[in-house]
């Protein structure tokens, strides 16, 4: 039976494109140009939430917006693996609104304007990207991330801005057009469709195709998506630091890297599915391919001195846990990969705001130059220090989930050099993370910092970043919510 129309897909969508067309025409009343931002931001919430309900009982919501060819369309669908990133980005996007206005004031930053504007283009593409119906509709809207992101990684107009976005472009759209687009043409070719399956078991490839072409497109893909942040195409990743802390903030918890990684595991799951990857023996290899970087990210996290770079190398790590529980093919691996899509945005999100809101309180960027100021701003550091245990995967926050889960898959798919890297990463987590904590609260200041007296970053910065840490450890103690959209995904049957 064919899913239902729901124009609220539609809506959804619409919500922060309209969102940046009344950001730039407010651009000249600042505080009516962020009401606009925080308008469409609830907006979004209030049509992602209005979803929740048909989603959770088991139906799959549906919108064409137009049709091309038979098989290949421009539409809409909400799935359980849908909701998990809508729901994440469209509640991000709302607090995140707060928090940048606070920086951006606090630092005096130029161009708000455009900042905001290109925000709300990005929340446009990166929800397109979650309510995909089919892989025509999953690149248009995974390119328009990659270009709407560029202005704000550029932000500051100076030399290492623009050398930092040209980078940034570079890799993506370079990625997206030389191994997606061959593929997605290729894979319509051999399918006659592009439209995702119901069923993350089946996918759409015929049986007929040869098992080499098969692997090579899967290449593609897995490389293609190079927003994922996947060694060797990563570097864009960290270079993209040089943007204002919001701006990192979105790309590394709502926007760029989720899209990447949420656009990989979905054409994983609902193009190539479960059995084929199996019957392929694609899975395990991925998985230890993905491991490189999960060891690899964290080693050059441990080595980094600059308070976002090694969030940066961080993220590049954590990101690939995602794609290694969906590569384990188990169904707990696969829960445990795409809860933690939430889970690491809500604490990587946490990370990034506390480390905005150290730079706009005492202007330091390096970790080495923050002994003592967790005294002295109790509530950023502490908020780090919630999240920090999260990336680690401690309970009781978020991360544990995802890391328990993780390993119970690697258990149940007999890999014990899996086991491995996930307790090697988590001793190396535990090591760049626990450090900045304990110089923080325990080491001496310097007489520079106490003649100055630091306090607290504003009040619209210090709150979202205790409501992001509360919202970590709620999900950690109450995992459900996401979780039984992640156990849907795995669950869900041919229709």
């Known amino acids: 039976m064919d899913a239902p129309e729901d124009i609220r897909l539609l809506l959804a969508i619409l919500a922060p494109l309209l969102g940046a067309g009344l950001v730039m025409a407010t651009g000249r009343h600042p505080n009516v140009r962020e009401a606009c931002s925080f308008v469409a ?42 909701m998990i990133f809508a729901v994440v980005a469209s509640l991000l996007w709302l607090i995140t609104v707060f928090y940048s206005a606070g920086y951006m004031r ?15 283009l990005a929340l446009f593409g990166a929800i397109g990207c979650a ?9 248009l809207f995974y390119e328009i991330v990659s270009v709407c992101t560029y202005p704000l990684v550029a932000h500051h107009q100076d030399e290492e801005g623009y050398e930092s976005g040209k980078k940034y472009l570079t890799y993506l759209t370079t ?22 399956a119901t069923n993350v078991h089946t996918g759409i490839l015929p049986a007929g195709v040869h098992n080499g072409v098969v692997t090579v497109l899967y290449i593609c893909c897995i490389f293609g998506f190079a927003k994922n942040g996947v060694m060797p195409l990563h570097n864009w990743l960290p270079s993209a630091m040089v943007a204002p802390t919001p701006v990192s903030a979105l790309l590394h918890a709502v926007a760029v890297v989720k899209v990447g ?32 970087t999960i060891l690899v990210g964290s080693i050059v996290a441990l080595s980094k001195d600059n308070l976002k770079a090694r969030l940066a190398y961080s993220t590049v790590s954590q990101l690939s846990y995602i794609i290694l529980g969906v590569a384990l ?22 990370l990034f705001f506390c480390a905005g809101a150290i730079y706009v309180a005492t202007h330091k960027k390096n970790i ?4 003592g100021l967790g005294r002295a701003m109790p509530w950023t550091f502490g908020a780090f220090a919630i999240a920090s245990l999260s990336m680690i995967g401690a309970p009781p926050v978020a991360g544990f989930i995802s890391k328990l889960y993780l390993l119970v898959g690697a258990l149940d798919a007999k890999s014990i050099g899996i086991l491995v890297v996930l307790v090697t990463s988590t001793l190396l987590n535990a090591a760049y993370f626990v450090p900045v904590v304990y110089h923080g609260f325990f080491g001496e200041i310097s007489a520079e ?22 919202i970590s450890v709620l999900i950690g103690l109450y995992p459900d919510f996401f979780m039984s959209f992640a156990q849907a995904v795995v669950q869900a049957a041919s229709k």
């Open 449 to 470: 910092d106490a003649h100055h007296h630091h306090k607290e970053a504003p009040l619209a910065m210090v709150a979202p970043l205790c409501l992001t840490a509360a």
């Open 329 to 350: 093919l188990t169904p707990t691996g696969i829960e445990g990969g795409l809860v933690h899509i939430a889970n690491h945005a809500f604490s990587k999100i946490t």
């Open 261 to 292: 990684v949420f656009s990989t595991v979905r054409v994983m799951l609902h193009v190539f599915g479960v059995d084929l990857m199996d019957r392929l023996h694609l899975g395990l290899p991925t998985a230890y391919f993905v491991s490189i």
């Open 368 to 371: 080495s130059e923050l002994s």
């Open 106 to 120: 606090g630092l005096q930053e130029h161009a708000q304007t455009r900042f905001n504007t290109c925000f709300a």
């Open 41 to 82: 931001a609830l907006a979004l919430c209030i049509v992602t939430a209005s979803l929740l309900p048909a989603v959770q009982a088991g139906r799959m919501l549906h919108y064409t917006v137009f049709e091309l060819l038979p098989g290949l369309s421009f539409s809409l669908r909400a799935d359980a693996l849908s």
């Open 131 to 139: 309510f995909a119906d089919n892989l025509l509709t999953l690149y």
């Open 175 to 196: 990625a997206a057009k030389g191994l997606i687009l061959p593929a997605m043409v290729l894979i319509y070719v051999l399918s006659g469709t592009l439209d995702f």
